[in-house]
């Protein structure tokens, strides 16, 4: 009998998987149900949230928005008293800065408009598709955001950006002339010179001929989130091109300088901030000349970047290390001194590794911000005290701690969303 052969011309169509092998269902069996022990962990969990929640829904949705007092929220309704974020979040966003209800022009709108332009000056230093050219905002704003803050005459802020300015141009033709060290060492001192002794009369004479400036708000009238914000963004900004510095000084070959960068960072990290913040409250005005004012929240916002700076120079140095020994001889290959090898070839490498490291720093030095309540200053944590100190409030807790922890909830979780933006585009990593 003749055997006969079937050979099929056409592929069959591909099969769907099982239903278990894809989607939602498969990561919850991968994660989820697992084995017996993952299992009965999940099954608790997910009693505990159910209970949880049971509990906290009611809450917060059986809840009163307006009323005058914790009592009569009580009367109203038996879940949270959110009549209190309604009728004091302004105090929790601006503290006591002027709000016009004694008679004077309500100055709450320079807070925002600083925060605004907060937001356009950072813009370009976050995201590079931005225009470069924005970046010369970026460099202005310091002066701009400390004039509206703290008003006073615009000519103060603008003779402290010329000494500056002074200093880059010194610094070009010095160094043209007579080498990079000379002219380091004459752009440090033109500017000194310029702020101590001739910044002032100028300042005076051009007051004289137009006084424009915006009414003066003392430190003690600042409070809330706005001094959370600008304490942490302050400490952010400078901390991190001083922690580059000691990163480097670290890993110098020059003896001083390299003892100096070591001796600095393990004193800082072995002191807690709230003794610096001590001494920046108490103790610094006592190095001061008699009768000087040194403003508490410029004490407070230098002594959070020497503390914040010594973390990140431990962080960026971690990602300096973590660079492989060819990279530092490919800088030298290619001829380039110290200075332009670290620019361009490895402190970026250096920095993307460092990413996590250098976000989880900045996070933490923002939440640190509450710290400065110990020393009389009124941020968010603060005034929830003050707040509660009123008979009409007395007794109410979670809604003013729960509205605080939203707002720094914000700021931290922004922070690390952009970090993980930041990874996935430079391929950290990879």
């Known amino acids: ?51 949880a929640l049971k509990a906290i829904i009611p ?13 009569e929220c009580r009367e109203t309704a038996p879940g ?9 979040w302004p105090q929790l966003l601006f503290g006591f800065y002027p709000n016009g209800n004694d008679g004077h022009p309500d100055q709450r709108w320079r807070i925002v408009v600083a925060f605004i332009l907060l937001i356009v000056a950072v813009a370009p230093v976050l995201f590079d598709k931005l225009p470069r050219k924005m970046i010369w905002f970026s460099a202005v704003y310091p002066f701009v955001g400390f004039w509206l803050l703290w008003g006073g005459t615009i000519w103060g802020p603008l003779m402290v950006l010329a000494g500056f300015v002074l200093a880059y141009f010194t610094y070009r033709i010095v160094a043209a002339i007579g080498g990079n060290l000379l002219g380091v060492i004459v752009a440090i001192l033109v500017p000194v ?31 809330g989130l706005a001094l959370s914000v600008t304490i942490g963004v302050a400490g ?4 991190f091109p001083l922690g580059v510095l000691l990163a480097l000084g670290r890993q110098s070959n020059l003896f001083i300088i390299k003892t100096l960068s070591v001796g600095y960072i393990e004193f800082i990290r072995g002191v807690p901030l ?26 407070v916002v230098i002594m959070v970047t020497l503390f914040a700076a010594a973390y990140m120079a431990e962080v960026i140095r971690g990602g300096l290390a973590a660079l492989p020994r060819g990279q530092y001889e490919a800088a030298d290959a290619l001829g380039l001194d110290y200075w332009k090898a670290n620019r ?87």
Not at 59 to 71: E, G, I, K, P, Q
Not at 80 to 88: L, P, S
Not at 193 to 208: C, S
Not at 236 to 239: E, K, Q, R
């Open 193 to 223: 010179i310029w702020w101590l002794f001739l910044a002032g009369p100028i300042t005076g004479v051009l007051n004289g001929i137009a006084n424009i400036g915006l009414p003066d708000v003392p430190s003690s009238k600042f409070g």
């Open 59 to 71: 809450w917060a949705f059986d809840s009163t928005w307006n009323a005058n007092s914790l009592s």
């Open 80 to 88: 949270a008293c959110w009549a209190v974020i309604h009728e004091r």
């Open 274 to 299: 709230i003794t610096l913040l001590f001494v920046a409250s108490v103790l610094l005005n006592y190095f001061m000349p008699p009768g000087t004012s040194f403003d508490i929240i410029l004490r």
């Open 236 to 239: 952010i900004a400078l901390s």
């Open 344 to 430: 361009l070839v490895i402190m970026p490498q250096a920095l993307k590794i460092s990413i996590p490291g250098i976000v989880g720093t900045f996070i933490g030095l923002f939440k640190d911000t509450t710290l400065v309540s110990i020393i009389g200053l009124m941020d968010p944590l603060a005034l929830t005290n003050a707040i509660r100190a009123d008979q009409d409030w007395n007794g109410i807790v979670w809604e003013l701690y729960l509205f605080v922890a939203f707002l720094f909830w914000i700021f931290t979780f922004s922070m690390s969303r952009y970090s993980m933006y930041l990874e996935h585009k430079l391929h950290t990593g990879h």
């Open 1 to 51: 009998m003749k055997e006969l052969s079937y050979v099929r011309t056409e592929m069959l169509p591909e099969q769907a998987p099982p239903p278990g092998q894809t989607g939602v269902v498969r990561w919850i069996r991968e994660n989820l149900f697992s084995g017996w022990l993952n299992s009965i962990l999940t099954l608790a969990a997910i009693a505990a949230v159910y209970f």
